[in-house]
């Protein structure tokens, strides 16, 4: 290679894991190039609705504190939905302030300005079309204009990752690791929205709610399809979304949009959003495949990172912070790797090291089997059992002139009845071998 | 009729979203294949409804303006024969309260 280099760090995407990345580098006096594809930094980007303050703090550090969230999310509900109704779990804690509720326009442009201050190099507008390569060697990227050139390489172009495959890091997707999510942006009145999920006027107070279960419903195939309804409030708007795995979807021929118009006629979904205005749909991918679905994450002069390297925990709804921490600890061996003029795959390794020191593969890899095991149960785990605690709470509940041990009775025996022998011992056994498998670790 | 009703959902819903058009399709089909394929999974699948079917032709049409770069067509066509790249430099959709 003898082209000059452009920089010493080529970031190829600008979300959470790619400004990460950049923002790294660049505390360190390297010269950064960040490039992103969108004319305005997070307009291609959705999420549920939530970013994690931890991980934040931790990349941002004293910028932080600026950062312009709508709400605090620190009202936590799952919800086991249905036919009439629904079996809830409630966490609030108004002390907290784990979660931040933040549009991904409002999210990027403001961490694209931070990192700008801190010295990286934006180029918006600009579509990367390949690495340039060599003998096995990353030297940079071809833009739709122009070449860039640097001796790393960081790609965070995200769920699709078109670069992560056009060098062979990644194998073609699985349709069933793969989850495939829309959502609605609602609008509401401010004051609404504070008196339906009784929040507090000043930002202070935000809730999250996760439905399962799909036990209601009139569309053929919607029924006990694994999937997850999510529901975030905002400052004036509700995020209201679904997400379904495209191998359940594909097979059962369903597009995602039906179900999410089914989940929103719910009768426990569609107070919260009456009289609400659609201000925005969006669709987005989801890997899910976990640890055993991890790309190769370096080679010579070249680093994955984010959504890109499939870092998502599923069951968590984690996402933004694998990504911003993969994106962290990519930019401190690409620093590394710089002092030590050495851009090769072994000398880049010390990426993989640093993510199984880290939460991202420990979690990843005790999650390995989990979502597996919830999934090949799905039926019990979703909707049996969720409905046989509801009618254990309504029997509870219930002042019906029947004698109560008459009732649980009934219960304990309905559950036998139910389900076989061999159905109980599967679904315990898998719930155990979940827990086991956190529980244990790496 | 649950699939117009669907597609009537999907159009309204696409009716608030901003767009800067490329001229340029960023999403390929191969209509031999198409012709022969009988799941027409890109039809049913795509939560913008970018996939029809032309009646008289039998070739798939590709409506890519109402594209939301999900990318889930590209994977769940059993053929594979999606050509999906993103939307040249600065244009496709443009999401502001997602």
Redesign the interface.
């Known amino acids: 290679m003898d082209k000059k280099y452009n920089a010493d760090v080529i970031v190829v995407g600008a979300g959470p894991s790619g400004i990460s990345a950049a923002l790294e580098v660049a505390r360190s006096g390297k010269k950064v190039v960040l490039v992103e594809r969108a004319q305005y930094p997070g307009s291609k980007n959705m999420y549920g609705g939530a970013v994690y303050t931890t991980a934040l703090k931790e990349v941002f550090r004293e910028d932080f504190d600026a950062i312009p969230y709508e709400r605090v999310i620190n009202s936590h509900t799952w919800a086991f939905l249905s036919d009439n109704g629904s079996f809830n779990i409630t966490n609030n804690d108004y002390n907290t302030k784990d979660a931040l509720a933040i549009k991904r326009f409002n999210l990027e442009k403001w961490m694209i300005d931070v990192v700008k201050r801190h010295g990286v190099y934006y180029i918006p507008n600009t579509l990367v079309k390949n690495l340039i390569q060599e003998n096995g060697i990353v030297y940079g990227i071809k833009t739709e204009l122009e070449d860039y050139y640097a001796p790393i390489t960081i790609i965070a172009d995200g769920a699709n990752s078109l670069l992560a495959k056009e060098i062979g890091l990644r194998n073609k997707f699985d349709s069933k690791d793969i989850i495939l999510s829309v959502k609605e942006v609602i609008k509401l009145d401010k004051k609404t929205i504070e008196e339906r999920f009784h929040l507090s006027d000043d930002g202070s107070m935000g809730v999250n709610k996760q439905y399962f279960g799909t036990d209601f419903g009139s569309i053929k195939g919607i029924r006990n399809l694994f999937m997850m309804t999510y529901l975030y409030t905002f400052k004036d708007t509700l995020m209201l979304g679904v997400g379904v795995n495209l191998a359940d979807l594909t097979r059962n021929k369903l597009n995602i949009n039906q179900i999410l118009d089914e989940v929103k006629k719910h009768p426990d979904i569609s107070p919260l959003i009456k009289d609400g205005e659609i201000i925005e749909y969006s669709a987005h991918l989801i890997p899910e495949g976990g640890y055993k679905k991890i790309p190769k994450l370096t080679s010579n002069g070249v680093i994955v990172v984010g959504d890109a390297a499939g870092f998502v925990n599923g069951v968590h709804f984690e996402g933004t912070n694998f990504a911003l921490i993969s994106g962290k600890l990519a930019g401190e061996s690409a620093i590394n790797a710089l002092n030590n003029n050495d851009f090769s795959e072994r000398s880049l390794s010390v990426y993989r090291k640093k993510l199984e020191k880290s939460f991202i593969l420990k979690d990843l890899y005790s999650y390995r089997n989990v979502i597996e095991r919830l999934y090949s149960r799905s039926d019990s785990i979703a909707i049996y059992y969720p409905k046989k605690i509801k009618q254990f709470f309504e029997i509870i509940t219930s002042a019906n002139c029947v004698s109560k041990s008459v009732q649980i009775r009934k219960f304990v025996f309905s559950i036998f009845k139910d389900r076989k022998f061999s159905d109980l011992f599967k679904d315990f056994s898998s719930i155990f071998k979940c827990v086991m498998d956190v529980f244990f670790g790496k | 009729m649950?699939d117009k009703e669907?597609k009537k959902?999907?159009q309204?819903?696409?009716a608030?979203?901003k767009y800067?058009c490329s001229e340029k399709s960023h999403l390929e089909v191969n209509q031999k294949k198409c012709l022969k394929c009988k799941e027409k999974?890109c039809t049913?699948?795509?939560?913008?409804?970018v996939y029809s079917v032309d009646e008289v032709s039998g070739e798939t049409i590709v409506q890519y303006e109402n594209c939301?770069?999900?990318?889930?067509c590209?994977?769940?066509c059993?053929y594979?024969t999606i050509k999906?790249?993103?939307?040249?430099?600065?244009s496709?959709?443009?999401?502001?309260?997602?």
Do not use: M
């Open positions: 649950q669907n959902s999907i309204d819903k696409l608030t979203l800067n999974t049913i699948i795509c939560p913008a409804g939301l770069e999900c990318g889930a590209r994977i769940a059993p594979g999906w790249e993103y939307p040249e430099s600065g496709g959709v443009v999401f502001k309260h997602s």
